[in-house]
């Protein structure tokens, strides 16, 4: 069993930075690609960024590049993402996600996922 907690999250103004953290617990983390997604009310989930288990490779989203990173550290179980010159259309509900595929980069499926943190952007 795995267990994904989301942090992070809060009220900032258009052009801010955030840093969210997805603290992870149970199975070996550092053998599995990590993502984050998110979600805005009325809009389907979108694919924000996804890191492999090295953290050597990274995909992002056409929305975010650029302006968001996506980091890891396997020691403490935890995947990163900074958000910085966010704008009111990143409100959502953010999301981690465990890659299914041991080792394997892009993810191909997801196995487990966290509760997710609210991010809102006040223009």
């Known amino acids: 069993q795995v267990q994904l907690v989301e942090s992070g999250g809060g009220l900032v103004q258009a052009g801010d930075s955030l840093r969210l953290s997805c603290a992870a617990s149970?199975?070996?983390?550092?053998?599995?690609?990590m993502a984050w997604f998110r979600q805005a009310p009325g809009e389907e989930r979108e694919l924000v960024a996804t890191i492999s288990w090295t953290g050597v490779n990274t995909v992002y989203g056409d929305s975010v590049k650029g302006r968001f990173t996506i980091s890891r550290d396997n020691a403490k179980k935890t995947v990163y993402l900074q958000m910085n010159s966010l704008k009111p259309e990143d409100t959502a509900v953010y999301y981690c996600a465990v890659g299914s595929n041991w080792r394997g980069f892009p993810p191909t499926d997801y196995s487990y996922w966290g509760q997710g943190t609210q991010v809102t952007v006040s223009s």
């Open positions: 149970g199975r070996t983390f550092s053998n599995y690609p």
